[in-house]
């Protein structure tokens, strides 16, 4: 069925480093993709989002990449800190679907001192 | 801001008792709330889409009599999870989304212990 999923379920760098976390979604007429950090035993928290008629979107420490001929999304965070550990999910919204998100499996990023 | 709190944080119930989690926006009014449950080690599983002032919308699996839910205004969406057993145990957690907005904004959840 549609979905939306991770290549890397774990991944560990070292401080200061930068992390690169992909997605992967199945659903061509999603418009709409959210990346959420959750940390243990938190809600999900909002990063940074992007439309699908753009390829990307630029915040603080964190830039969002889509590339929708091959349906891939990617979050990537330059000089990853101790507090950047965590799970981090990617969600698209399908429109027409009254707002809802569908998730992906998750990333557990681990940031090595 | 976007701040959504639930109340309470934790709760742990005996088995056959019933549970209520409330879900508010504190800084904006919300017609429309979310309802994800969560396993430990797995993503966000949505529930059900409550509308203020309507039935909610439930996903498929969900049982709308186990898990009733009410929007009665724009600020607060409650949770009651009925006579409620242990296979119940899990994180609940709620989202808001702003009048003709599409960013949901989450709250800190709630983890339920059914003994």
């Known amino acids: 069925g549609e979905s939306v999923g991770l290549h890397l379920p774990t991944l560990s760098v070292q401080e200061g480093d930068n992390s690169i976390i992909n997605c992967a979604y199945s659903?061509?007429?999603?418009?709409?993709f959210i990346w959420y950090k959750q940390e243990s035993g938190k809600g999900p928290q909002f990063i940074i989002d992007i439309r699908s008629n753009m390829d990307k979107r630029q915040g603080q420490r964190v830039t969002v990449l889509l590339n929708k001929t091959v349906k891939h999304l990617s979050l990537q965070i330059a000089a990853t800190q101790p507090g950047d550990s965590a799970v981090y999910f990617c969600a698209e919204n399908k429109g027409n679907q009254g707002g809802k998100l569908i998730f992906g499996q998750g990333t557990e990023l681990s940031v090595k001192p | 801001g976007a701040v959504v709190s639930q109340h309470p944080s934790w709760v742990i119930c005996k088995s056959g008792t019933s549970v209520k989690i409330e879900c508010r926006s504190l800084?904006?009014?919300?017609?429309?709330m979310f309802w994800y449950r969560q396993f430990p080690k797995q993503s966000l599983m949505l529930m059900a889409t409550s509308n203020e002032g309507s039935k909610a919308t439930y996903e498929q699996g969900v049982e709308k009599d186990k898990f009733l839910i009410n929007h009665a205004s724009l600020t607060l969406s409650t949770l009651t999870v009925t006579s409620a057993h242990p296979e119940d145990s899990s994180f609940y957690i709620c989202?808001?989304?702003?009048?003709?907005?599409?960013?949901?904004?989450f709250g800190p959840g709630t983890r339920l212990l059914v003994l």
């Open positions: 659903n061509s007429a999603s418009d709409y």
């Open positions: 989202s808001a989304r702003r009048p003709n907005g599409e960013t949901q904004y």
């Open positions: 800084d904006f009014q919300a017609t429309t």
